[in-house]
């Protein structure tokens, strides 16, 4: 076994982890991972340990495929690098884009590589201002997005994301980016039904157009499920009356599918199961299962006209359309096909899974445990009621998210807490059996959770 140890010392005296508290950190020490085969990881002490949340939601195959491996090591052999800037391209960027067209939704026949989920939503602000700029309109540069919504990391990826926590710390957002509520039924929904809200919560986008002036507005950005913001999953009708609204004043639609994407929900991308009809497609993650980073904008046939008819585009990445990063992801997109997981999780584990995490509904500690294809969500709360609206919820200083969090991970289960809900994303090849396991798992961390609560 390697020296954990050893290692933790050096990680704490090196390595500045992503949004980490390195005081605690450092307290007791990163654990240390070392191997990943199906939906398992072993940590270097040789715990074996259940990923539910598939590493950062990506790796959507499982760990361990030997195909993915291979296809990189001959890219690599090959080709390990050239770019496609200036004239030139690469046989799996182009066999990529190819596949990428044909499985997006109607009307999307071009993409835009980057390295990232990040990246991808910095092209996108910049592919609609250009878009507006080739159409004569300028001046319609603003973007609307969502409190609480996740869009990465770089300056503008952050400013389209409505985290004030990754606000206040470099003086974002940007300027010409706006937020509006999130669809949360749990939060603001008191009163209505939940096709009701869905109505309701796609009005604030009308509105905020309306202040802003229409003529202002670039495009709306939203994430089809909310992810990092803690799985919330908006109504039925609030995509279509989205849509409505962007198209009455002509706002360009982007779909962040970083996470949805690649058969999360049982279809290759999420805009097809909610009849989002979107103008932008943002990408990452499952594309290669997370194996080799790589990222990407679907760009809609209106966007792209204007794009391949304007000129140059002064815009990319060293690394947009990287060889190796591509022919992982058509190795892992052909896996996904070979083994039907998308009818998996739409038709069979999908199901189950929904029908066994409502089961954890039961719980004295949980208030509602929703989910949908392979992203589910639950919320720990201080007193159960029927309906949602009459639940109480913890004080946040409590930290039972974290709590929770911690007791699962002591039992080898990775679920992720976003204040006091517990969310997982597991890979699209669990099966039945292993979902079992994972509930029991679950169910028993929150009897912990309860102990320690009420000792
Ligand atoms: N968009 C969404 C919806 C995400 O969930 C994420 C990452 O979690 C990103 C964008 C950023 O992707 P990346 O971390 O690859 O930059």
């Known amino acids: 076994l390697p020296d954990t140890k050893g290692l933790q010392r050096l990680d704490a005296a090196h390595y500045l982890h992503p949004f980490t508290d390195h005081a605690a950190l450092a307290e007791k020490g990163a654990r240390v991972m070392v191997r990943g085969d199906g939906i398992w990881l072993w940590d270097s002490d040789g715990h074996k340990v259940l990923d539910a949340m598939s590493g950062l939601w990506c790796v959507n195959v499982g760990y361990g495929r030997r195909s993915i491996t291979e296809a990189v090591a001959r890219q690599m052999d090959t080709l390990p690098f050239y770019n496609s800037f200036f004239n030139t391209t690469t046989i799996p960027a182009v066999q990529l884009a190819a596949k990428l067209a044909k499985i997006a939704p109607a009307g999307f026949n071009h993409v835009f590589f980057t390295g990232s989920g990040s990246e991808a939503n910095d092209t996108n602000v910049r592919m609609v201002r250009r878009f507006w700029d080739l159409a004569g309109q300028p001046e319609r540069t603003v973007i609307i997005s969502r409190h609480n919504a996740y869009h990465g990391s770089t300056m503008a990826g952050a400013s389209l994301g409505g985290m004030t926590g990754m606000h206040v710390q470099g003086g974002l957002p940007i300027p010409g980016i706006v937020h509006i509520g999130q669809p949360s039924y749990a939060d603001h929904g008191t009163g209505m039904t939940f096709e ?260």
């Open 196 to 455: 009701e809200f869905g109505v309701y919560a796609a009005s604030w986008l009308e509105e905020r157009i309306k202040e802003l002036g229409p003529d202002k507005v670039a495009a709306f950005i939203g994430e089809p499920i909310q992810g990092a913001g803690g799985v919330i999953i908006p109504p039925p009708t609030y995509w279509p009356e989205i849509r409505r609204i962007c198209d009455k004043y002509d706002v360009l639609l982007i779909a962040d599918e970083v996470i949805t994407g690649f058969g999360r929900l049982g279809k290759w991308f999420a805009a097809d199961v909610y009849g989002m009809r979107p103008d932008l497609i943002t990408f990452a993650k499952g594309v290669t299962s997370g194996y080799v980073p790589l990222g990407g904008v679907l760009v809609g046939d209106r966007v792209a006209d204007a794009l391949v008819r304007g000129g140059d585009f002064n815009h990319g990445f060293t690394y947009s359309g990287h060889p190796v990063a591509c022919a992982a992801a058509l190795e892992n997109i052909r896996i996904l096909e070979e083994e039907r997981l998308l009818d998996q999780v739409a038709h069979d584990t999908g199901p189950y899974l929904k029908q066994r995490f409502a089961s954890l509904a039961a719980h004295p500690l949980v208030g509602s445990a929703e989910s949908f294809g392979f992203v589910a969500g639950l919320s720990l709360v201080r007193r159960k009621a029927a309906h949602v609206h009459h639940q109480l919820r913890f004080d946040p200083g409590l930290g039972v998210g974290m709590l929770c969090r911690a007791h699962m991970f002591e039992q080898g289960v990775i679920m992720r807490a976003v204040g006091d809900r517990m969310i997982i994303a597991p890979p699209l090849i669990m099966t039945r059996e292993q979902i079992d396991e994972m509930i029991q798992k679950i169910r028993y961390c929150l009897d912990l959770t309860l102990t320690d609560l009420t000792a």
